[in-house]
């Protein structure tokens, strides 16, 4: 009876910091996507704004002509700092999403493997290893195509129904694994439980992750803008 209370009770406390964990993640995904794409389009959007009243000040202006011929006339009047404000506009986002993205999982990595992470990422490869050993045995067995090995287990991460945060943690750590490292002719082997352990392995090597890409991209919004202001480009 004690041992079915402790049991239950682990399993509310794993619960209780899974949620925990993936809501900072989301909060912090959602933080720096929210915040950069805002000031992203503010900043470009004070920039083309600039451009247009330096550009058409003696009175007139984009007012008398169609968009194309005033997109025309804002580049030929400052094809640089109109030029990089259109590639910001649609490049930063598309950028900050894509860094915001990897900084997230790399801190939920950093976090879970520091607190938690051989407890509760062991049982989900587990999982998802044996599956794919089920279906086809024969890709653990001697001489096996690595390759095929590799795209079967990642298809497997990929169609479990864990949670997909660890989906993508544990699919990023497997990528990383060498598999011309293990030997499958030792029959003496358990190649799941290597597996395993190697994939946990690589999760372990990841540093701790910056936000210096976020200032980065927001700063070189910035500088356009200044740059632009003052005429220098």
Known sequence: MIDKLKSKSNINDEFKYVA?????????????????????AILCIITIIVIVSQTFNNGGGPVHTNGQAAILVLFAARPISFGLTILSIFGAPILLFTLGNKYVMFRTINRLIADKGEQ???????????KAK??????????????KLQLKILQE???????????????????????????FKDENVSFTEILKIKT??????????????????????????????????
């Open 120 to 130: 509760l990422l062991f049982p989900i490869i587990d999982r998802i290893l044996n």
């Open 157 to 183: 991460i990929r169609d479990s129904k864990e949670n997909k945060w660890f989906k993508k943690i544990i699919s990023y750590g497997f990528r990383k694994v060498e598999l011309d490292e293990i030997d």
């Open 20 to 40: 925990k964990l993936l809501s900072r993640a989301t909060l912090s995904f959602l933080k720096i996507n929210l915040i950069g794409q805002i000031s992203i």
């Open 200 to 233: 946990v392995d690589k999760l372990k090597d990841i540093s701790q992750p910056s936000r210096l890409f976020f200032y980065l991209i927001l700063g070189w919004q910035a500088l356009i803008l200044l740059l632009t202001v003052f005429k220098v480009i």
């Open 134 to 147: 089920d279906n086809q045995p024969q890709l653990f067995q001697k001489g096996t195509d690595k390759a």
